[in-house]
């Protein structure tokens, strides 16, 4: 009888301890998505984006190497304009906020790696996108975008043997 009461007793404590969980102190799904695009932007790594605007199918690339990032404009490379510690700030902002809403689609394998699939809705810019991460790095591997009236973007992410193009300053 004695080991019931303990038993139910320690049931009550977790019943009121969860429910004393609130959202702002429970992980937000969308936590795994801003920490791997942090982990993304601290990280070298080549991106393959493939963009489909107006009907019209185009293709860019970036690298960042160096603390530097570096775009693919037509057949030239450049410096990019945005400070990379800009795109740091706004994914440290959004983990403080979570301004987006986020869903655990499952595991897939994308790429060749092992990844969980998430989809986020950015409300304020009104863009989907499907975000795989990897489950052996937490780094982001492949981003599908939907711009709805604008179009689309699907980019693949390499981070090995990663280099500054050459001749660029």
Request: net charge negative; with cysteine.
């Amino acid at each position: 009888m004695r080991t019931f009461a303990v038993k139910l007793s320690c049931f009550s404590a977790l019943l009121l301890a969860a429910a004393t969980i609130t959202p702002a102190h429970a992980a937000n799904v969308c936590d795994a998505v801003y920490l791997a695009s942090i982990k993304f932007n601290q990280t070298p790594s080549h991106a393959y984006v493939a963009v489909h605007m107006a009907g019209l199918p185009n293709s860019m690339e970036d690298v960042f190497a160096g603390g530097v990032e570096y775009m693919k404009v037509g057949d030239q490379w450049q410096r990019s304009p945005l400070p990379q510690q800009l795109a740091m700030k706004n994914m440290q902002e959004k983990l403080k906020t979570h301004p987006d809403t986020c869903t655990v689609v499952g595991d897939q394998i994308k790429d060749g790696q092992a990844t969980t699939l998430y989809r986020v809705h950015d409300a304020k810019m009104n863009i989907d996108t499907q975000e795989w991460i990897a489950k052996s790095s937490g780094l982001l591997v492949h981003e599908t975008t939907d711009l709805h009236e604008s179009g689309t973007t699907d980019t693949r992410i390499e981070y090995s043997n990663v280099q500054a193009p050459a001749g660029v300053k």
